[in-house]
């Protein structure tokens, strides 16, 4: 076989409605939404850059356009960042409108995960492509996009990330029937979209990590609604196994859920207390808060 192509370009899907944070969504884009002191989709953006990606699509959908203001030049806040001498504020966000090619499509009509990546075919054309979830993002310490791009770059098939859940989580995930390689890496035999548990073939959960081979738009094409009536990438995943091997690379921790409230208030609790210059003051504060309801 020759040496698969560089994975270079990433898709990132963030057409969502963001219902499950209404009212805070009701006019922004839920993927803008603060972690600490950084929209979430920032995080994410940064995890492909720094696994080696550097053309990134973002599919987006009505009231999102804070997402392309984000990642755009903003001359008048440069301005006066600089005539008030604050250098610091200014690198910072002119680097973020340098941290790659960032393209944007809009999804139309919301017709599920499989439909938003299928959008981006045109500009991924012949090449494989990362697709990375808007609802989560990965540890900086985390190498799980980087070991995916390996994978990739061993087999030349795509690649999915598979985290082990409790079992009567599984029916909020895509689920792997799996094949053991080695340690982190597994061969899909099979999956399966949202299982009820009972029907489950496994605890291994797909997150939102993938490496596709370009073949994927066609399944994409083909596939029909699934689970709550939307094209589904599972699906379409489920389709590419009969033409070609699907790898999957499990991997423990590292991993930060914005797509639930709770989920999102401890992302911003444990990355607020990494940060040196909020920990102290930070982590007294939770101390004393956790002392005086009586948590532990
Ligand atoms: C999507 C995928 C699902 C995957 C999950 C990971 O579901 O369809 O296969 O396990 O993301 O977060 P959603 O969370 O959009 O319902």
Redesign the pocket.
């Given at each position: 076989m020759s040496t698969p192509p560089i994975v270079r370009k990433a898709v990132i899907p963030a057409a969502g409605l963001g219902t499950r944070f209404l009212p805070a969504t009701k006019a922004q884009a839920k993927e803008m939404l603060p972690v600490v002191d950084k929209p979430a989709i920032q995080y994410i953006v940064e995890e492909a850059v720094a696994a080696g990606i550097d053309d990134i699509l973002i599919i987006t959908g009505r009231s999102k356009r804070s997402i392309e203001d984000h990642f755009d030049r903003q001359f008048e806040l440069e301005y006066h960042l600089d005539a008030a001498g604050k250098q610091s504020e200014l690198t910072e966000v002119v680097a973020l409108t340098e941290l790659a090619d960032i393209h944007f499509v809009r999804q139309g009509s919301p017709l599920g995960?499989g439909h938003a990546v299928s959008v981006a075919r045109k500009h991924v054309g012949d090449n494989p492509f990362a697709v990375l979830?808007g609802?989560?993002f990965m540890a900086t310490s985390s190498t799980l996009l980087p070991d995916m791009i390996q994978t990739y770059a061993q087999y030349g098939r795509s690649v999915m990330a598979l985290q082990e859940v409790e079992p009567e989580e599984i029916r909020r995930?895509?689920c792997a029937k799996p094949e053991r390689i080695s340690d982190h890496l597994v061969q899909i035999l099979d999956l399966v979209?949202k299982p009820e548990p009972a029907e489950a073939p496994s605890n291994l959960?797909?997150?939102?990590r993938y490496i596709f081979t370009p073949e994927l738009f066609e399944k994409l094409e083909q596939v029909q609604p699934g689970v709550g009536g939307e094209i589904?990438?599972?699906d379409a995943i489920a389709m590419l196994l009969a033409d070609q091997a699907v790898y999957g690379v499990t991997f423990e921790g590292g991993r930060y859920d914005t797509?639930t409230v709770p989920a999102y208030l401890q992302a911003i609790v444990e990355l607020a207390l990494e940060r040196a210059d909020l920990r102290p003051e930070f982590g007294a504060f939770l101390a004393d808060v956790v002392q005086r309801e009586g948590l532990v």
């Open positions: 995960l979830l609802d989560e995930y895509g979209e959960a797909v997150m939102g589904q990438l599972t797509g």
